[in-house]
């Protein structure tokens, strides 16, 4: 099991921008190993921008049950974990739609 700590990059996470570009860093760490733990411990504002762009596009690269079964998060304040949950249901409807 390998971490991404998202404290590394900053403590506020607002813009599709970074959301991407944390994206790029996180898929191939997925790709390469068994689980992923996203730690958000010391993060204090992830926007619905940022956490569609960043974790809910995983979705395009695999299905829900391997992202479940690939990553597991800790340290989401409830904020941040709202606006994670409202990005990936918002994300799989509109793929299931497709």
Not at 72 to 89: I, Y
């Amino acid at each position: 099991m390998v971490e991404f700590k998202f404290i590394t990059y900053g403590t506020d996470f607002g813009t599709r921008d970074m959301g991407q570009k944390l994206r790029e860093k996180l898929l191939p760490l997925i790709n390469g190993h068994e689980k992923v733990v996203l730690d958000f411990t010391g993060v204090n504002v992830v926007s619905n921008s940022f956490a569609d762009e960043c974790i809910a596009k995983l979705l395009l690269e695999m299905p829900l049950a391997e992202l479940k079964r690939r990553t597991t998060f800790r340290g989401l304040n409830p904020l941040a974990e709202r606006s994670v949950l409202v990005a990936l249901q918002r994300r799989y409807k509109v793929l299931s739609r497709l």
